[in-house]
């Protein structure tokens, strides 16, 4: 069984930062990719940013320059650091992870990310 425990989201004021951290744990095995999705109220899930087993990072045109991604592979941990939030960046924040041996993907429960003066 495999659980993505996602921590670090919050209330922050316009052009704050927030860091969000997703552990993996149980039987996962070696990661492929590490990601981060989105959910605004009434939208639907987007990609946010993504991080892969060779060191590869890639990002939503909407994030580059302001949010980083990185991945502690001893610990199965992946982090997003955002800066320069904006109130758009409003939303609920999903890990992804892809097993390498199957390629199979997991789910985080989500955390919420308020972007509000």
Do not use: H
């Amino acid at each position: 069984q495999v659980q993505l425990v996602e921590s670090g989201g919050g209330l922050v004021q316009p052009g704050g930062s927030l860091r969000l951290s997703c552990a993996a744990s149980g039987n996962i095995g070696a990661i492929d990719v590490m990601g981060w999705y989105r959910q605004a109220p009434g939208k639907q899930r987007e990609y946010v940013a993504r991080s892969n087993s060779g060191g590869t990072t890639n990002y939503a045109d909407f994030v580059k320059g302001r949010f980083t991604i990185s991945r502690d592979n001893a610990k199965n941990t992946a982090y997003l650091q955002m800066n320069s939030l904006k109130p758009e960046d409003t939303a609920v924040y999903y890990c992804n992870v892809r097993r390498l041996i199957d390629r199979r993907e997991y789910w985080g429960q989500g955390t919420q990310v308020t972007v509000s003066s």
